[in-house]
């Protein structure tokens, strides 16, 4: 089963649950940031569900690359800035390919990139990298270790399918005017061609 892969040497079934975690953390530290900012309930995440997967992405590779420097904070720093601005700056392209949008805009900062990335969230994504270190992942290893292991596959198999089926109904309903006619045509004959048989 793909609960046993293993992903840069720790378990599939871990590195799913983590991702997880990151994904509904992140999810709502910035849903709640962006209520209190916008004075009314703000859901930062695309679809419906209560995740955001950029922060699991984010963590894990940051987690994941940067382990060698660990042990050196100065470097940690500076290399989470270059690493998650990185990761910024290519999930605004696809975003933007993908959507036509960026769900955040940097112009009013010092300092910004075409209002996609700005010295100010890069140096926060330095120290969120010292803190991924010193105790956020610990966290989120003990959140995880603290789940049956049946209970979190059944669970993550579960958040999953159900993220990716709210994702993609409201991929469609946002995108479906952007769908060629000649898609719509293909479906009719299909269904067409399934009604006969």
């Known amino acids: 089963m793909w609960w046993n892969k293993?992903?840069?040497?720790?378990s599939a079934y871990?590195?799913?649950l983590w991702f997880l975690v990151y994904s509904i953390l992140g999810w709502f530290v910035e849903s709640v940031y962006m209520s209190l900012c916008n004075r009314k309930i703000t859901n930062r995440g695309f679809a419906r569900c209560p995740v955001c997967p950029i922060y699991g992405v984010g963590a894990l590779t940051v987690f994941f690359m940067l382990q060698p420097y660990s042990e050196h904070p100065v470097k940690l720093f500076f290399m989470g800035m270059l690493l998650a601005t990185s990761i910024e700056f290519i999930t605004a392209g696809i975003m933007n390919k993908i959507f036509g949008e960026i769900w955040w805009d940097y112009r009013r900062k010092p300092f910004n990139y075409k209002g996609i990335?700005?010295?100010?969230?890069s140096i926060a994504w330095g120290f969120y990298t010292l803190a991924l270190f010193a105790f956020l992942q610990n966290?989120?290893?003990g959140i995880v270790d603290v789940?049956?292991?049946m209970i979190g596959k059944i669970g993550g198999t579960i958040v999953i399918v159900v993220y990716a089926a709210d994702f993609f109904?409201?991929?469609?309903?946002e995108k479906?005017?952007?769908?060629?006619?000649r898609v719509w045509q293909v479906k009719d004959k299909l269904?067409?061609?399934l009604s006969k048989e």
Do not use: A
């Open 6 to 10: 293993v992903i840069f040497g720790w």
């Open 14 to 16: 871990h590195v799913v």
């Open 117 to 121: 990335i700005c010295l100010e969230s």
């Open 139 to 141: 966290m989120i290893v």
């Open 147 to 149: 789940i049956p292991v």
């Open 169 to 173: 109904i409201t991929l469609y309903r």
């Open 176 to 181: 479906k005017e952007d769908i060629p006619d």
């Open 191 to 193: 269904l067409d061609k």
